[in-house]
């Protein structure tokens, strides 16, 4: 089974940066597709950024150029580095895992499993 857990959010202002964390334990052999995805109050949840096990990644057209998600092997821990935030970022963030049998099926539209618990990112003009 596995298990995902998020940190690293918090509040900042217009431009500010922050980099967001899962952890990742259990079922190393269930999971060669990572995500992020947020949710902001009233709006359906949407993907930002998938990795696949090789290195490919996707991001949402609204975080191009600002975010940067990326993994550590090692240490089973994805980040997502945010940079340029602005107060639309605003969104508890959820990161997701699953096992995908291609690579090219590790995209924003793949419906993902394994969900952690999230981790509020406020971002006041």
């Known amino acids: 089974q596995v298990q995902l857990a998020e940190s690293g959010g918090g509040s900042v202002q217009t431009g500010g940066s922050l980099r967001l964390s899962c952890a990742a334990s259990g079922g190393s052999d269930e999971r060669n597709c990572m995500a992020w995805f947020r949710q902001a109050p009233g709006k359906p949840r949407e993907a930002v950024a998938t990795i696949e096990a090789g290195g490919s990644t996707q991001y949402a057209d609204s975080v191009k150029g600002r975010f940067s998600i990326s993994q550590d092997n090692a240490k089973s821990t994805l980040y997502m580095q945010m940079n340029s935030l602005k107060p639309e970022d605003t969104a508890m963030y959820y990161c997701?895992?699953?096992?995908?049998?291609?690579?090219?099926?590790?995209?924003?539209?793949?419906?993902?499993?394994?969900w952690g618990q999230g981790t509020q990112v406020t971002v006041s003009s």
């Open positions: 997701a895992a699953d096992l995908v049998p291609w690579a090219a099926y590790c995209t924003p539209r793949f419906r993902f499993n394994y």
